[in-house]
């Protein structure tokens, strides 16, 4: 063994039972007790004492040097958002191609893999957006099966950026996703309802960015939650909503579930913690994201959709502007740059609003940031597992530390935090990937980038 992490607690699914970790050569070798003799013998010791100590997590959603237009890109690249993941505990995460007009998806997975290759800190792979879709993609998305990234992208609005997919090219896409095994990820929101409640938002004077909400209710998610589960069921594809904001739309996925529909969801901690009346006020547009905040009862829905099984991740839908870049919002608020930081505060926020509230037990906590990602998305039981063979991704969480966050203390490049000012408590205070450690007390410690691409199996049905 070269490393030893004594004296910490393991959560197991009633009980937190003391585990010492063995880590040999990058992996996990040893779960339980280790003697003081190869203790002595291993190169270094992680004394873990008043710790759980848990697998790296698996944040299944990011978004790292996304342009969204002209002149506007994501304020983290793969380089400081690997970091702020590996800082909040994350040592793995999922992001998304960007496909050029005329780049084939095997041509945009090539693109986007040399950019996060050079820069990574954390281990990663990719879902592979489409836009469009040309019946000799199918080669393509079996190729990338191959390559292990079996997973697609689409979005059902954002048409005036030209990357919606609508009905008829979701359904066609679902059965060739069907046939090959490759899970279908999607942003669902209706398009054509958020384009007419819009234009009445816009028509009300002194529109601000609390029309945001207005001109997307619940409605907007809910119902096209349940019309692409309908398509799913219909095509047999295996179908991940994204970034759920309500009640009704992780209901839904429950319900498909509960039917034994392969259909899965994930939600992140912006819906969890913050509401829609964060829109309002001089700096309401920065809280702007899509989806959008909602009420109070709809946070409250999604932890306890989470509890009771019917999403299977927390992810964060990492999607970071700066306060000048928000500002071009310019008063309209169909103009904010829609997206928020959570990568680096996902783990403390839902364990301050999970079980250090009494809302989640450890165990489904765990699950939601680790095996339930990795298992949805084909790394299981390389990622997300302290099995030993497994690799040595671990968190040592002190859930017993309390502070506040402040963007100041932050890693992203992000200049604020929605979440600032806020207590939290829970804090990883060694974060290990592949048996090194790369962040300590929720800094960033790891040096040169090493992130590696972790190619993925497709979900088994
Ligand atoms: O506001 C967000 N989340 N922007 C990122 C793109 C998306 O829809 O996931
Ligand atoms: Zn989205
Ligand atoms: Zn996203």
Not at 83 to 107: C, K, M, N, W
Not at 128 to 149: E, K, S, Y
Not at 182 to 208: F, K, M, Q
Request: proline residues 5%; glycine residues 10%; charged residues 25%.
């Amino acid at each position: 063994m070269d490393l030893v992490i004594a004296g910490g607690k393991r959560i197991a699914a009633r009980a937190t039972p003391r585990a010492d970790l063995g880590i040999r050569r990058g992996r996990i070798v040893t779960v339980g007790r280790i003697s003081r003799a190869e203790r002595r013998r291993a190169g270094r010791t992680i004394d873990a004492r008043g710790c759980l100590v848990l697998p790296g997590g698996v944040d299944p959603h990011v978004h790292f040097d996304l342009t969204i237009g002209p002149g506007m890109t994501t304020a983290d690249d793969f380089g400081s958002g690997s970091r702020a993941a590996l800082a909040g505990g994350v040592t793995t995460f999922i992001d998304y191609t960007t496909p050029e007009p005329d780049q084939t998806p095997l041509q945009a997975f090539g693109a986007r893999r040399a950019l996060a290759d050079r820069a990574s800190a954390a281990d990663y792979n990719l879902h592979n957006v489409l836009v469009a879709w040309r019946p000799a993609w199918r080669a393509d998305l079996a190729a990338l099966v191959r390559r292990g990234a079996p997973s697609v992208k689409l979005f059902m609005i954002y048409r005036d950026r030209g990357w919606q997919a609508d009905d008829g090219m979701l359904f066609e896409v679902m059965e060739h996703c069907r046939a090959l095994g490759v899970t279908v990820c999607l942003h669902a929101e209706n398009d054509a309802l958020i384009e007419t409640l819009t234009r009445r938002a816009r028509a009300r004077p002194g529109a601000s960015a609390a029309e945001l909400a207005m001109a997307r209710p619940p409605l907007v998610e809910e119902e096209a939650a349940v019309r692409a589960i309908t398509l799913a069921e219909a095509t047999g594809a295996r179908l991940h909503l994204v970034h759920l904001s309500t009640a009704g739309a992780a209901r839904a996925v429950g319900l498909a579930r509960s039917l034994g529909l392969p259909v899965s969801g994930e939600t992140c901690p912006q819906y969890l913690a913050l509401t829609r009346r964060k829109l309002s006020g001089r700096s309401g547009h920065l809280f702007g994201c899509c989806p959008v905040l909602r009420d109070a009862c709809h946070c409250e829905g999604l932890l306890e959709a989470l509890g009771a099984g019917w999403l299977d991740a927390v992810s964060t839908d990492h999607c970071c502007f700066t306060r000048a870049q928000k500002d071009t919002w310019d008063g309209d608020f169909t103009r904010i740059p829609y997206g928020l930081p959570g990568v680096e505060t996902s783990l403390c926020l839902t364990w301050t609003l999970g079980p250090a509230a009494g809302k989640l037990s450890l165990a489904r906590w765990q699950y939601l940031h680790t095996e339930g990602p990795s298992r949805l998305f084909g790394l299981h039981p390389r990622k997300g597992s302290l099995t030993p063979g497994a690799e040595a991704d671990v968190v040592v969480w002190d859930p017993e530390a309390r502070r506040r966050i402040r963007a100041r203390d932050l890693q992203t490049d992000t200049d604020w935090s929605p979440y600032e000012g806020r207590w939290v408590s829970g804090l990883a205070r060694h974060v290990l990937l592949r048996g090194r450690e790369v962040a300590r007390e929720g800094r960033y410690t790891g040096g040169e980038a090493r992130g590696r691409y972790v190619p993925r199996k497709r979900a088994r049905r």
